[in-house]
């Protein structure tokens, strides 16, 4: 072996194709660094958990049990296992720390808790990072949570995907699930289960399929217990080992809000008619379109004005997917739509539809957003509305991370939805007087050459690729600048903010789609 191979092998981080230094290993697994969009192929076949008998089932069909904690038992839980949930409770879950609280009395060490978000309400977890029972976390980081992660307290490296990311990690058998915790706010004593129906009715299960098809043990948790079939089931009950009924799996009113509210901030309001105003003198907005948008203040207002627009023109949005809310409901209920596929449902609204309305249909992102899937739904979708804590002067988009480096965001869908046909970011210039566009993000979640246009209520940019765009507004009296034009305004009103300083040690690592390594998140260096 030559010295530069030494040398190579034994630097822990490479340089990946856009640029960043990466590690090499994540929690002591080799990894691949990202490669560049579409680049990287996989090989191989999907993963497949054990191969189960009938004859370990109750014939009759019930495979209730008496208590979470027996069915923890009944999985086998120990040492250095991986649980898995999913976060459609929202900040009403009851149920995910539990599952630490009852581990940490059985003295079981070194867990990895996969979910598919974390809420504020699981910020108790923080005491099972502390004691040992959770060794880390694979999966979004909010508040306290991400600062604990940023300041280097948790024992094993965090890795951050997409939701689609998420699902492809499981598929491809680079996460292996030992236990999945999905709760049904409906299920059967068979383990057929559903969103909606009961006191804790959350819409829809949209990000849960793949755990209860890959995990080696599924218990279902719900509060509502009904008789088999528990039909349409989102959980099919074969893939469920056991069932545990509890009093209560959540707060209602956290789980879903009575409604999502519109931004009254007059210069949100502004950029989304500005928004709204790009997509029709761009020529984007049709009939037959097909759209997503948030459930943020801004995303909404956007909704309501391509609401108003679609009606006036006697339009139709082919259908529209979700993250669904009372907006997107109202415009399926009054024609402006054809179908809502659903795969979250973020208000009050929204869960009701779904129970109601058959053309608002439960979408898992199993089925929209997985890239290791034969097509995406995303690349389908005419317009993406998303939102970013950082963009840069070549377009590169942040989310994970603000201009301080602190770990405050999960990926979401995020880097899924930029596989889009037109993805506009409407964002502020500035938030708490640090200007959103920068020389270099903090930390790079998705390329440039995926974000096609940033809009802010001081202007509009348009990413130069796509010159088809700057052509169709050319003459529209639209405010286009460039992005180099309204970051030196920003910095004008605000100054330039002083970037955060770090440490050598990996804290975070931030996967693509594809399952490569885009960017790591390092530990904050506590200034003296």
Same mark, same amino acid.
């Given at each position: ?27 002591? *697994? ?54 898995? +949930? /999913? ?121 849960? *399929? ?49 409604? +999502?509210?519109? +931004?009254?901030?007059?210069?949100? $309001? ?36 391509? /609401? ?16 669904? +809310? ?75 991370? /603000? ?14 939805? $930029? ?85 050598? *040690? ?23």
């Amino acid at each position: 072996m030559n010295n530069q191979l030494r040398v190579e092998m034994a630097t822990p981080t490479v340089i990946n194709a856009a640029g960043r230094a990466v590690p090499r290993e994540v929690n002591g *697994k080799p990894v691949i660094p990202f490669m560049g969009v579409g680049k990287y192929k996989p090989v191989g076949n999907k993963y497949g958990p054990p191969v189960p008998s009938c004859s370990d089932y109750p014939d009759d069909g019930n495979k209730v049990v008496s208590t979470l904690e027996e069915a923890l038992l009944r999985c086998g839980i120990r040492d250095g296992m991986t649980i898995s +949930t /999913h976060h459609h409770l929202r900040d009403g879950d009851l149920i995910s720390n539990k599952i630490f609280e009852l581990a940490s009395v059985m003295g079981v060490k070194d867990l990895v808790w996969f979910p598919s978000a974390s809420f504020p309400c699981n910020d108790p977890v923080i005491r099972y990072l502390e004691d040992g029972t959770l060794n880390r976390i694979e999966g979004s980081m909010n508040g306290p949570l991400g600062r604990f992660v940023s300041d280097g307290r948790m024992k094993g490296t965090a890795v951050l995907r997409s939701h689609g990311g998420r699902v492809q990690a499981i598929q491809d058998g680079d996460v292996k699930i030992d236990i999945a915790v999905l709760v049904a706010p409906s299920a059967d004593a068979f383990g057929n289960a559903r969103g909606t129906g009961g006191k804790s009715a959350c819409g829809v299960l949209g990000y849960a *399929k793949a755990d209860s098809m890959y995990a080696d043990k599924v218990i279902v948790v719900t509060d509502n217990l009904v008789d088999l079939p528990c039909f349409p089931a989102e959980i099919e009950g074969n893939y469920v080992d056991y069932v545990v009924v509890v009093d209560s799996l959540g707060v209602p009113e956290k789980i879903v809000s009575g409604t +999502t509210q519109i +931004t009254k901030s007059p210069d949100r $309001l502004l950029i989304a008619e500005l928004t709204a105003a790009f997509l029709e003198k761009s020529g984007i907005l049709r009939d037959g379109v097909t759209m997503q948008a948030g459930a943020g203040g801004t995303s909404l207002a956007i909704a309501v004005f391509l /609401h108003e627009m679609l009606k006036s023109k006697g339009w139709k949005s082919k259908f529209g997917f979700g993250g669904s +809310t009372r907006y997107m409901v109202e415009m399926l209920e009054q024609g402006q739509m054809g179908y809502i596929l659903d795969a979250q449902a973020f208000d009050l609204d929204a869960v009701l539809s779904v129970s109601k309305n058959p053309n608002h249909i439960p979408f898992p992102v199993f089925n929209a957003y997985n890239y290791h899937s034969k097509g995406n739904l995303t690349s389908m979708m005419d317009i993406m509305i998303l939102g970013a804590t950082e963009v840069d002067l070549n377009f590169n988009g942040n989310v994970v991370t /603000h201009s301080d480096g602190y770990l405050l965001h999960g990926i979401g869908g995020w880097q899924n939805c $930029l596989h889009a046909r037109n993805v506009i970011l409407p964002l502020p210039l500035f938030r708490d007087r640090i200007p959103v566009i920068v020389d270099e993000v903090t930390t790079l979640c998705g390329p440039g050459e995926l974000i096609d246009v940033i809009i802010t209520e001081r202007g509009i940019a348009i990413n130069p690729l796509r010159t088809d765009l700057l052509e169709n507004v050319k003459n529209s009296g639209l405010p286009v600048r460039t992005i180099q034009e309204l970051k030196d305004e920003a910095e004008r009103i605000c100054g330039k903010p002083a970037k955060p300083v770090f440490d050598d *040690k990996i804290v975070a690592a931030i996967k693509w789609v594809d399952g490569t390594i885009i960017d790591a998140v390092r530990k904050i260096k506590q200034q003296s």
